[in-house]
């Protein structure tokens, strides 16, 4: 579907094409995005967003997987050499941008970070169902960071939910650890 997306840009007039290309970078990279009203007479609205889709989905992968200029051309085989060489020059030239930006969209998955947390071991010796528990329980006070301002999160655990807690963290930093290498 992608490929046969990318064919539709042979209806972009040669003198647009360039600009038409910068324009969907730009919007990868958080800038302006490519207006319809410009190309209203090339495509209609559902092929325009195909258009779109398929230069951001193939320039997304090209930068992704580290293509070089000549890789990119041969992916690209079933379309006109005058268009493999603009789609290839675009990514070559911004490639530093788009890879910050496909960075950064990575990292800003939560808006809120940890910035410290305090914790309290407890012992519940009673409550008003049961008159002896004798249960440990875990006080944890989360200082979370969301934009400027910084937010209390409390939690008390007993046991199990302590371990789930732990289990958690420890798959989080596995992932953290296989993403690093």
């Excluded at 990119?72 to 789609?87: F, G, H, T, V, Y």
């Excluded at 008159?131 to 006070?141: K, N, R």
């Excluded at 934009?147 to 999160?153: A, E, L, R, S, T």
């Excluded at 008390?156 to 302590?162: A, H, K, S, T, V």
Aim: glycine letters at 2%; hydrophobic letters at 40%; a negative charge.
């Amino acid at each position: 579907m992608a490929a046969d997306s990318l064919q539709l840009l042979e209806k972009c007039p040669h003198e647009k094409l360039d600009t038409l290309l910068y324009q969907v970078i730009d919007g990868l990279c958080g800038h302006c995005h490519p207006r319809y009203q410009d190309y209203g007479k090339v495509w209609n609205i559902q092929l325009w967003n195909q258009v779109i889709e398929a230069c951001q989905r193939w320039i997304k992968d090209a930068v992704k997987n580290g293509l070089t200029k000549d890789t990119m051309e041969k992916s690209l085989d079933n379309l006109p050499a005058e268009i493999q060489r603009k789609l290839s020059e675009s990514v070559t030239v911004r490639r530093d941008d788009i890879r910050a930006s496909l960075l950064a969209d990575t990292a800003a998955i939560s808006h809120s970070n940890l910035k410290d947390f305090d914790w309290k071991l407890k012992l519940a010796l009673s409550s008003d169902k049961i008159a002896s528990v004798h249960e440990p329980l875990v006080t944890m006070d989360f200082d979370i960071l969301k934009g400027d301002k910084n937010k209390i999160v409390s939690l008390e655990m007993d046991r199990q939910e302590l371990s789930k807690l732990i289990l958690s963290l420890e798959t989080a930093n596995k992932a953290v650890l296989q993403l690093k290498t």
